[in-house]
């Protein structure tokens, strides 16, 4: 149904701005003195009598014979039945009972009248409906883009159901008292750099000890989180959490194999590559970046069904239009030549990445050099003391709130293989110059945009130096690059996931 049909609907039911005469029906002796004429042949459709005293009876022979002394036929009778019922249909279609609306409670005399305010369409009140639901979704502050993950969905889902009471929380914030942030941190970035993480490798010799697992490591995910976690769900009492971080699923088992009420689980999974921590059977429904993963997952006995292909969910903002020209002229950049946008973060030590900044200014190739230094001041401030050639512009930001514009017109990045970055390089379709990988995810990830043809890798500086210039030299391999990543199948991640949750929590 359009929304013009759905006007004319409403209008048809008698859903019209009312006058302070028509809020109230008419006097008997009023009524009787109108007779036949125009006005007596007023309409109140969709609205339903209440008698907040004494229960709805049938009129008595006297006020029928009446009714019928005022000319008031059958056939009028039926006619307002059947505009009535038209509109009863109409919120029927949307899950709604015919008397369940009470927006419009105008007393008078004992009784009031109950239904749709004037100038509010079906469509309006479409997200009320049904009851809300409450949604916590869990993130966890530990690198790789996680936090952005739960930003982003969290708004999402924000923007698209008005009638969903969502609360996001941030794992680190609920750790037992005996744990600390800074500690997690460093024993998640100790476990992702293990290769045994991904299974046994095919090796000749027996692993290392340090490339396999902790044996205590599900004994501390189990006590990482006491009373803080347990209370932040009992206090909202959500009937499903989105997961975006797999930190909290062995506290989650515990407590359900202890009996305790947990709510439905639905994993988003951020990471590009699925590791052993992410399989739990709390987990009912598994969102996923690719169908590789989707394969793995299946492979461990996870049912088809419950598994959606929806790739990595960023900011919003990656899939809204862009005026690329209008941002190139706001940043100052030279139209002639191509721009390389460098987020130096987790790479080394000030001085380390200064380095890296001054032996590609020794280069002199022509280039708009764009380097991000978050809020390291003191790195942004050695940045800017550096002298930079008449062929080349470099410009140094703080925290910036627009990477997404900063993006979109750039022709290469320079950066970490980290998870979320390289979604976000995706959905801007940025080739990127990948630095010095870590072993385990960054090193798979990678490995898989090495082979695709979208990313080079550059583990060393001499490597990140020759390749540079090759690539501004080369303008076509640049180009060839960006090319075979628009050709390669880019999900719509946040739309996708966004739409997917809808669906799982209504």
Same mark, same amino acid.
């Given at each position: 149904?359009?929304?013009a049909d759905g006007i004319r609907d409403l209008k048809r039911a008698g859903r019209h701005e009312p006058t302070p005469e ?30 907040? +005293? $004494? ?6 022979? %006297?006020? /029928?014979? @009446? !009714? &019928? =002394?005022? +000319? $008031? ?6 006619? %307002?039945? /059947?505009? @009535? !019922? &038209? =509109? ?131 004994d501390f995910l189990r006590t990482a989180f006491a009373e803080r976690l347990q209370q932040a769900l009992l206090d909202r ?50 969102l996923v970046p690719s169908m590789d993963v989707e394969r793995r997952l299946m492979a461990r006995g996870i049912p088809r ?202």
């Open positions: 149904m359009t929304d028509e809020l109230l029906p008419p006097d008997d002796d009023e009524r009787h003195r109108e007779g036949e004429g125009e006005n007596s042949d007023r309409e109140w459709h969709m609205v339903e009598e209440v008698d907040e +005293g $004494r229960p709805n009876t049938a009129p008595n022979p %006297r006020e /029928r014979e @009446r !009714d &019928r =002394g005022r +000319g $008031r036929g059958r056939g009028r009778d039926r006619d %307002r039945d /059947r505009d @009535r !019922d &038209r =509109g009863s249909r109409d919120v029927e279609e949307l899950g709604a009972s015919t008397s369940g609306i009470d927006v419009l409670d105008l007393p008078r005399g004992g009784e009031r009248r109950r239904g749709i305010e004037p100038g509010v369409s079906l469509r309006d009140l479409m997200p009320f409906l049904r009851p809300p639901k409450h949604v916590v979704v869990l993130g966890a502050s530990t690198g790789g883009g996680h936090t952005r993950v739960s930003h982003a969905v969290t708004e999402s889902l924000r923007t698209l159901d008005r009638n969903m009471n969502l609360r996001e929380l941030d794992l680190l914030d609920l750790l037992a008292d005996e744990f600390r942030p800074a500690y997690v941190r460093a024993v998640l970035d100790d476990l992702a750099r293990r290769p045994a993480l991904f299974g046994v490798p095919f090796e000749t010799s027996n692993p290392a000890e340090s490339d396999l697992l902790p044996p205590d490591i599900d009492r959500p009937e499903w959490v989105v997961a975006t971080h797999w930190l909290a699923f062995r506290w989650l088992e515990a407590a359900d194999k202890d009996g305790v009420a947990i709510p439905k689980v639905i994993a988003v999974v951020s990471d590009p590559e699925i590791h052993e921590l992410w399989f739990s059977p709390v987990v009912k429904h598994w069904e419950a598994i959606f292909v929806t790739g990595i969910p960023v900011n919003p903002a990656f899939s809204a239009p862009i005026h690329r020209d209008d941002v190139r002229r706001g940043l100052g950049l030279r139209r002639d030549l191509p721009t390389i946008l460098v987020r130096p973060g987790g790479i080394g030590s000030v001085e380390r990445i200064t380095a890296v900044v001054t032996r590609l200014l020794a280069t002199a190739a022509p280039m708009n050099l764009l380097i991000v230094a978050g809020k390291n001041d003191r790195l942004r401030e050695s940045l800017e003391a550096l002298t930079v050639p008449d062929s080349m512009m470099m410009k140094a930001f703080a925290f910036v709130d627009n990477i997404h514009e900063l993006m979109a017109v750039s022709d290469l990045l320079v950066t970490r293989a980290t998870p979320h970055t390289v979604a976000e390089a995706q959905a801007s379709v940025l080739p990127m110059l990948l630095l010095r990988p870590a072993a385990g995810v960054e090193e798979r990830l990678a490995d898989r945009l090495l082979s695709t043809g979208v990313a080079l890798i550059a583990r060393d500086d001499a490597t990140l130096e020759a390749e540079l210039v090759d690539l501004l030299a080369n303008r076509r391999r640049m180009k060839a690059m960006r090319e075979r990543m628009m050709a390669s199948e880019r999900p719509d991640g946040t739309t996708d996931t966004v739409e997917r949750l809808t669906r799982l929590i209504r």
